[in-house]
Structures are given as structure tokens and as C-alpha cells.
């Protein structure tokens, strides 16, 4: 295990079947009953990543000193590392993976409860309190609740104008949105920090479970985590499973200092 795998192979909710990625790209897709076709592809690579809707998993052939080359499920979680053998590539089966990340992962102790100290930090979760004296900009806070209607939206502006309180006043007005808040530092700059700072302020939304996004936290706190790539599809398709109706919308906002 010398480095982390370069291909995914992620269930895809939406599209019923799994979808095969190499360094980011999906270039092929696999139906749960087309397991010849699949262990076919396995004669080509010799580590993937697996992201089920059971647990995930990180998959190596390893040679053996007396000869034969064999498959090991690798699983990560709050630092410990738990091994589990699977045979030659005949047994690569769909529910074997499977089954096998699923008992790994009712195995481990949840990580839902135990976060990195950084990540729940109230102050970096929450909306600042409103000053005792405000002026309640209106124009402005109706411009952001129109901004919900796109993915992205950028606030910039010098420092000292306010962009951090305009924010935080809108948040609290929310009543029918759900609001996820994050303060970011420098440290922030590392993409398993980040990414697990996000997961941890998403949770806060009433929609989403507690445990949202363990399986990807596990998987970039570990040593040898799967590509980031594989690891925000595993999120997004996570996220999308688990709305409530009706649907609520998503959209991510950053301030520029």
C-alpha cells in the first residue's frame, strides 16, 4: 500500500449500478448483475477504492511470498486501521465488497461522536452574535435571499464594510432555510481539513442525519485516503439521499476579506 488508489468504484443511487472512476473521470459503468464484466476490468488494476452505500473501503492485491496474488479490504477510522481478506479476484464480487465494508464499518466505533477538537469549535460553526447597535440593510439582505436560486455566490468587499455581520443577520432571519456555517483559518488551506470542517457544519442541518458524511471522513483522515475526487462524488451523492421533501436547496457562499 504505497500510495493511495487511483480508481474508484462508487454506487450510484440515481443511476441504479456503479460507476468506475480513474483519477476523477468516470469511464465505466457496471450493472450489481453484471459481476463477468467486472471481474474481467480487475484483471487491469491492482487497487481501487469502494464506496457503497454500506461502508467504504480501500481494495489492494497484494503478492504473496510463496506465490498467487490475493485481495485485501483496507478500512480507517479515528486512526485505526482495520484489515480484512477477501480472496483472489473470483470472489470480488459486488456483495461480497459489500458485505465486507458493511461489517467492517458496524466494527468500528462511530466517529459521529468524536470529531477533531479544531472542527468543533462553536465559534467556527455558528453565525456570530448581532451587535447590540445594527442597521439592518435591507436592499442588501433581499439581494442574498434572491442569491439562493444559484450555487455559487461570492461576497467582496474591503475590510471593515460589514460583509461578515450582513451575512450573520441573514442567517438568523432564516426560518425556512437551513443554514450550514463555517469560519475557516489558515489552516483550512489542507483539503482533509477543510473537507472535514464542511461535513462537520452540514450535520448541523435538521435534515441531514448525525452521522452524515462518516464514511468520507474516515476515508481522508486515513493514511492512505482514496483520491479527493472519489471522495466528493461518495458526498454529493450521499447529500442528495439524504433530502427530505420538499427538496431544499443548496448553495455556497464565501466572503472575500
Not at 469560519?183 to 452524515?212: H, K, M
Request: proline share 6%.
Amino acid at each position: 500500500m504505497s500510495r493511495a488508489p487511483l480508481h474508484a468504484l462508487i454506487w450510484s443511487k440515481e443511476q441504479h449500478l456503479y460507476e468506475w472512476y480513474t483519477q476523477g473521470q468516470m469511464t465505466q459503468r457496471f450493472q450489481s448483475t453484471e459481476e463477468t464484466a467486472w471481474l474481467a476490468w480487475l484483471d487491469e488494476v491492482s487497487s481501487f477504492a469502494f464506496h457503497s452505500a454500506r461502508g467504504s473501503l480501500n481494495v489492494y492485491q497484494e503478492q504473496r511470498p510463496r506465490g498467487g496474488a490475493y485481495w485485501y479490504a483496507y478500512q480507517t477510522k479515528e486512526g485505526r486501521t482495520r484489515k480484512r481478506y477477501l480472496g483472489q479476484t473470483k470472489s470480488l464480487s459486488f456483495s461480497r465488497l459489500e458485505e465486507t465494508a458493511h461489517s467492517l464499518l458496524r466494527a468500528q466505533p462511530s466517529a459521529a461522536t468524536k470529531e477533531p477538537e479544531m472542527m468543533m469549535l462553536s465559534s467556527r460553526l455558528a453565525p456570530p452574535r448581532q451587535p447590540n447597535t445594527l442597521v439592518e440593510r435591507e436592499r442588501l439582505l433581499t439581494t442574498l435571499d434572491e442569491a439562493l436560486l444559484t450555487p455559487l455566490t461570492l461576497l467582496s468587499a474591503s475590510a471593515g464594510w460589514g460583509k461578515t455581520t450582513l451575512i450573520s443577520v441573514w442567517a438568523h432571519r432564516q426560518k425556512k432555510t437551513q443554514v450550514a456555517w463555517l469560519s475557516l483559518d489558515e489552516l483550512d488551506n489542507s483539503p482533509t481539513r477543510f473537507w472535514g470542517a464542511l461535513i462537520v457544519s452540514l450535520r448541523r442541518c435538521p435534515s441531514l442525519a448525525e452521522n452524515f458524511g462518516e464514511n468520507v471522513v474516515a476515508q481522508l483522515q486515513s493514511p492512505q485516503p482514496p483520491p479527493l475526487s472519489s471522495c466528493l462524488s461518495v458526498l454529493l451523492h450521499e447529500l442528495e439521499s439524504q433530502q427530505v421533501y420538499p427538496a431544499p436547496s443548496f448553495s455556497f457562499w464565501t466572503i472575500i476579506r
